[in-house]
């Protein structure tokens, strides 16, 4: 059987483009991330006089390594502290301030 949406694993970004997480660095990834995001930075500076709107895509396709272990970081990341998902309580039960 198939598992639900909710329990599957998010589609991992295409080479060139930024993963959904994109740009949190929780202290658990602190290395990992701060390596991509200084690579990406270094390698996708526009040049004020020659701008290349494909600047972003190929950064992101030169920093293929730190990107893959900012996303093997990420991934245990989120596997050890996702989060449950939060319910309200009904309007009946909350507490009020007085007035």
Do not use: I, N
């Amino acid at each position: 059987h198939p598992l639900p949406s909710s329990a599957r694993a998010p589609m991992a970004a295409q080479p060139d483009e930024l993963p959904e997480y994109f740009p949190l660095a929780p202290k658990y990834c602190a290395k990992p991330a701060t390596a991509f995001f200084e690579c990406f930075t270094q390698k996708g500076a526009q040049d004020d006089d020659a701008p290349d709107p494909d600047a972003g895509r190929k950064a992101l396709l030169e920093c293929a390594g730190t990107r893959a272990a900012y996303d093997k970081c990420m991934t245990k990341w989120r596997r050890r502290y996702a989060q449950a998902p939060l319910y309200r309580a009904p309007e009946e039960y909350r507490v009020r301030p007085s007035e």
